[in-house]
C-alpha cells in the first residue's frame, strides 16, 4: 500500500523552490510539475506478510500423544501413565496421582477401573486402580478400604493377646541341622519361644546375643583406646585398594 507523506524535509525544499523564483506565477507554474516527482521519492511499502522468524513456519506440529495409555482392567504397577491430556478431562481417584500437566498415574499395583463417583461429584469423570480385578468403584461409603499392599484391615481382639502373654505361654521348636552348615549347630536343640508382646514368639535378647557363644565363636575383645590398630587396619585397606585400582587401569 502506497501512502504520500509531508516532511519537514520536503516542506523546506518546497519553500526553497517558491522563494527562488523571480514571479509569482513561474512558482505556481513549476509546483504542479515538481510535487507528484517528490512525493513518489518518499513513499512507504508496508508489509502484508511476516517475512522473519517463526511466523511462516509448519503451522501443523507434531502430535502430543495424548489420551488413554491404559485401558479399562488393564494390570499396572505405580508409575505407569495412565491418561495423558490437556486439562483436567479426568481426575485422579483411588490410589492414582496427578502430575503438573495432568498426567494421571497409577501409584499402586494393580488393574484400571474408568468410573464415576456422583456423591463427590456430579460431573467429574475418574480413574482409580484396584487391588482385585472384580472389585467395582466407586467403593460405597463407609466400606471397608483396602489397604497398601494388598492387606485388608481386620478387628484384633487385644484382651486374647494380653491374656496370653500374662499367662507366659510358650512354644518349643526344635531345631533341624540344615544341609551344608556347619558342624556348631547341634541337632535337636531345643529352644523355648515365647510369646512377646508384638504378638509373635521369638526368643529373648539375651539368648540371641549369646548365639555366638553357643557355637563356640571366640571374637578378639574391642579395646576402645587401641587407636594404633584401627590406624593400621585403615592404612592397610587403603593401599589394596589402590593396587585395586591400579590392576584395573592396566
Known sequence: MLLRRSTA????????????????????????????????????????????????????????????????EQFVIPGNIIFRQRGTHWFAGDNCGMGRDHTIYATETGYVKYFRDPEKHPKRKYIGVTFERGDVLPLPRNAARRRRFGMVA??????????????????????????????????????????RPGYMYREANWEIGRAAERAKVKVRAFKPGDRFTAWRKTVARRTKNAERRGLRRK
Open 9 to 72: 524535509p520536503t516542506r523546506a525544499l518546497l519553500s526553497t523552490l517558491t522563494n527562488s523564483t523571480t514571479s509569482s506565477t513561474s512558482s505556481l507554474s513549476s509546483f504542479p510539475t515538481l510535487h507528484p516527482l517528490l512525493t513518489t521519492l518518499i513513499t512507504t511499502r508496508h508489509a502484508s506478510h511476516a517475512t522473519q522468524g517463526r511466523a511462516n513456519g509448519a503451522k501443523d506440529g507434531p502430535g502430543k500423544r495424548l489420551g488413554a495409555k491404559k485401558s479399562g
Open 154 to 195: 481386620v478387628r484384633r481382639d487385644e484382651g486374647a493377646v494380653a491374656a496370653e502373654v500374662e499367662a507366659g505361654a510358650t512354644l518349643k521348636v526344635v531345631a533341624e541341622v540344615p544341609v551344608g552348615k556347619t558342624k556348631t549347630m547341634k541337632k535337636g536343640r531345643e529352644s523355648e519361644l515365647k510369646l
